[in-house]
């Protein structure tokens, strides 16, 4: 019975262990990236030696450390990103599936969302969560940033280009399934704004795949100047909570996530006035909370949730929460259906 309990001890302090030591792995995966290591073992087309490897990786004494270099490659092995084969005696190092995703400068490269999550300032609202805990409106952001995240990105051109680039990597990573997987969904649209659509990721491969629909991105002044120029889109520059532009279809994707309640009835309120007074709609790609369930992806969707209570005071909602902000901003009807394995489309009828 003694050793039952012991057993049972052990087993619940190596998992409290685990969780003390969860930030390893997104900075180990940050540094890996930082030292180039998946492109030089993709460049290299098989399997590297550690010796190759490290020869390959600069550093100021010249190549880097074996021993170091080995410690931190039987790590992301065990993380299952890389893989580990003898091969006439000698280990070698290849990419793992998942590593494809650390390999830079590819339509599906993660490697913008890693750097954007990983960043030291984008990390520093989490030290503040427990102050969140009352009533009063500052988010954590603001607590250890000095100011709200969109005034922010408005002052730091550097990090709102690793902002930027991250949620358009984001939006690269789903959209070939939304302009596919809901045809129905573009029929009947002559025109569609993207509402805070970032760099016009989304809205150009809507342009692309739906030449009829004309297409306009619309955000704040310093997204519009940390954008490239798409000829088949339109870019306005403004204020979502002032004026939005006049169109059959309105896209949103991970706004009103960033934003309270009251903020969000606001912001639909507004899309209703500028949809044609014969219908049209509003789009929604946002994440939909189920019943808390054991489901893999659940555990993403919740630490979501948390990101955006504190980086911006919004949060991840279920189908119910969704349904009473649709309503309450005076729409008629809206029908839901799963896109990947987080995001939903919501569309929205007047
Ligand atoms: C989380 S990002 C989403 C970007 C894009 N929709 C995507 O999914 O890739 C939120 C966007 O809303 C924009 N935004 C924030 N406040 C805004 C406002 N008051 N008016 C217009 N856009 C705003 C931000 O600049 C940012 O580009
Ligand atoms: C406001 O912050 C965010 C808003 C978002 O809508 C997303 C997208 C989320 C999903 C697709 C689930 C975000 O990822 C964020 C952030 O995580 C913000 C990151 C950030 C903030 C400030 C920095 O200096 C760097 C990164």
């Not at 010249?62 to 092995?77: E, K, Q, S, T």
């Not at 709200?148 to 051109?157: F, G, L, Q």
């Not at 993207?194 to 150009?204: F, L």
Request: charge should be negative; charged fraction near 25%.
């Amino acid at each position: 019975m003694a050793s039952e309990n012991l057993k049972q001890d052990q087993a619940a302090q190596a998992k409290l262990w685990s969780f003390i030591y969860g930030f390893a792995e997104s900075l180990v995966l940050k540094s890996v990236i930082q030292l180039d290591i998946p492109d030089i073992i993709h460049n290299h087309g098989k399997p590297m030696t550690l010796s190759n490897l490290a020869s390959r990786i600069p550093s100021p004494n010249g190549a880097a450390d074996h021993d170091r270099l080995f410690r931190i490659m039987r790590y992301l092995v065990h993380m299952n990103l890389f893989t580990k084969e003898s091969i006439d005696g000698e280990d070698h190092y290849g990419l793992a599936p998942p590593a494809k995703y650390l390999v830079k400068g590819w339509e599906k490269s993660m490697v913008p969302s890693i750097l954007c999550i990983t960043d030291k300032e984008f990390m520093s609202p989490w030290y503040h969560l427990k102050e969140g805990l009352g009533n009063e409106s500052t988010t954590a952001f603001e607590k250890a940033l000095g100011m709200n995240i969109w005034d922010y990105m408005s002052k730091n051109p550097k990090k709102n280009n690793i902002f930027n680039e991250a949620m358009a990597c984001d939006t690269r990573l789903l959209m070939s399934a939304l302009v596919s997987e809901c045809k129905d969904m573009f029929q009947g649209i002559k025109s569609l704004v993207d509402v805070g659509g970032g760099t016009g990721t989304a809205v150009r491969h809507i342009a692309k795949a739906y030449p009829h629909i004309n297409c306009s991105v619309y955000d704040l002044p310093h997204v519009a100047a940390d954008s490239p120029t798409y000829p088949e889109v339109t870019r306005i520059e403004g204020d979502m909570f002032k004026f939005i532009p006049k169109a059959d279809a309105i896209l949103m994707k991970c706004i009103l996530h960033d934003w309270a309640d009251d903020e969000c009835i606001k912001i639909l309120k507004k899309c209703k006035e500028a949809l044609p007074s014969n219908g049209g709609k509003v789009i929604l790609v946002e994440v939909v909370l189920n019943a808390l369930s054991e489901h893999p992806y659940t555990k993403i969707r919740m630490v979501s949730d948390l990101d955006m209570m504190l980086n911006c005071g919004g949060k991840e909602r279920t189908e119910g929460e969704w349904k009473n902000l649709i309503y309450a901003a005076g729409f008629s009807r809206y029908n839901i259906r799963q896109l990947d394995f987080t995001q939903y489309v919501i569309e929205v009828y007047p």
